[in-house]
């Protein structure tokens, strides 16, 4: 049996990365899967792969008007969604000049990250549920990340909207509980997962193969993870099989937060 047969699904950021994996694997359990992005030439490339009921819809998450628009063709081509994956966002190294630590933030690039990273989540939320009210049994997955749960002393404002994204799930959950609409909402926490979003600090060559080893050795499972583990939980919340399930968060980390580095040593 397919674990999402028939649902409507919005995932975002879709044209590669963990969104990609999150739109195939959705696509190859039963869903109807909309892949949006920045990107529409990659994106529509992933909708085309797919195949069957897929397709593809440009929307810049930080901007109402996109969300406007995304509402408007889903409402006229589904006639609603059943499932929301809030998965876009930048780390901000490379689509801000920065810097990002606490001391000496730039705050213009502390507020385009927190545009993509927390008001992309937060319009989706807000449209999502709108799309969302008559739905049998919705979900909305958030992505946030195992830096909204510590801190990047570096990279201050990812931190900072990432956990913005883990409360704000909570609430979402709790508002939709409230009302009584048929829609659960729940974050996922990735750890070091390989993807383009790490290019900029892996670097090429040798300088990544050393990288990948360092940051490998700091993982308590021993390796990165692939998009595809993060798509697993996905789907899994945006299943019926999590119907019990809101405003958890799920952390998809090889172990990272289960310890702490400084922790006794072995002897
Ligand atoms: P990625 O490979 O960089 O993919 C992100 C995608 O989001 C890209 O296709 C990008 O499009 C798109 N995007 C960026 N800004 C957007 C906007 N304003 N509106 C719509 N789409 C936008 O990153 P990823 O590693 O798959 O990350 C996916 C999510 O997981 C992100 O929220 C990230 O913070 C989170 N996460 C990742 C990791 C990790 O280790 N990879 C860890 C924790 C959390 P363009 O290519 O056109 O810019």
């Known amino acids: 049996m397919l674990r999402i047969e028939n649902k409507n699904v919005l995932v975002t950021g879709a044209s590669r990365g963990i969104g990609k994996a999150i739109a195939e694997l959705f696509a190859d359990q039963g869903a109807n899967v909309i892949v949006s992005d920045l990107d ?98 919705a979900s909305i997955v958030n992505i946030s990340s195992r830096s909204g749960i510590v801190g990047i002393p570096f990279a201050a404002a990812y931190a900072s909207s990432k956990a913005a994204v883990r409360n704000h799930t909570k609430s979402v959950a709790l508002y939709c509980a409230e009302k009584q609409y048929p829609i659960r909402c729940n974050s996922i926490h990735p750890g070091a997962i390989y993807t ?42 945006a299943s019926d099989e999590s119907r019990y399930v809101t405003g958890i968060e799920l952390n998809v980390d090889g172990g990272i937060l289960a310890g702490s580095a400084a922790s006794p040593p072995n002897k």
């Open 40 to 137: 529409d030439e990659l994106g529509k490339k992933v909708a085309t792969g797919i195949g069957g009921m897929a397709c593809y819809l440009h929307l810049d998450v930080g901007k109402e008007d996109d969300w406007i628009a995304a509402n408007e063709f889903i409402k006229n081509k589904f006639g609603g969604l059943d499932i929301l994956v809030n998965n876009a966002g930048i780390a901000g190294i490379l689509e801000t000049h920065g810097p990002h630590d606490p001391e000496n933030l730039d705050i213009e690039s502390w507020r385009k990250v927190h545009q993509t990273n927390l008001d992309g989540v937060a319009l989706g939320c807000k449209y999502g549920i709108r799309l969302m009210r008559k739905s049998s049994s």
């Open 196 to 237: 383009p979003i790490w290019d900029v600090m892996l670097g090429e060559g040798e300088q990544r193969e050393n990288a990948v080893k360092v940051i490998s050795s700091e993982i308590p499972l021993g390796a990165m993870g692939e998009p595809i583990d993060v798509a697993y939980a996905a789907l899994y919340l």
